[in-house]
């Protein structure tokens, strides 16, 4: 089992940087791919699911979506065990609430690639 905390959301104006932490325990063997996702509270598709942000897997290598590259960046500390993701030049459009997911066998945008996902912490940007 793996237990998965966030932190880091709040409140900034566009143009704003966040950082985004999740803290793993339990069995750190489900820690060694991670990633990152959101949810808007509100869609305009039905039923969309969690769009995967960011991901980084045991050999360093990363996905990115489309929308966040060049803003956004995952890093891990293995040591701490812990997940970032540090996000800068913030839009409107990355409101959501951001989740934290691990065990994972590559790095992936795919929700059902992961086994253990945290409570989420949530991230509003103003315009």
């Known amino acids: 089992q793996v237990q998965l905390v966030e932190s880091g959301g709040g409140s900034v104006q566009a143009g704003g940087s966040l950082r985004l932490s999740c803290a793993g325990s339990g069995d750190t063997r489900g820690t060694v791919c991670m990633g990152w996702f959101r949810q808007a509270r509100f869609h305009q598709t039905p039923g969309k699911e969690r769009e995967g942000v960011a991901s980084i897997d045991s050999d360093g290598s990363t996905y990115y979506a489309d929308s966040v590259k060049g803003r956004f960046t995952i890093s891990k500390d293995n040591a701490k065990n812990t997940l970032y993701l540090q996000m800068n030049s913030l839009k409107p459009e990355d409101t959501a609430m951001y989740y934290c997911?691990?065990?994972?066998?590559?790095?992936?945008?795919?929700?059902?690639?992961?086994?253990?996902w945290g409570q989420g912490t949530q991230v509003t940007v103003s315009s």
């Open positions: 997911a691990a065990d994972c066998p590559r790095a992936s945008k795919n929700e059902g690639d992961y086994n253990y």
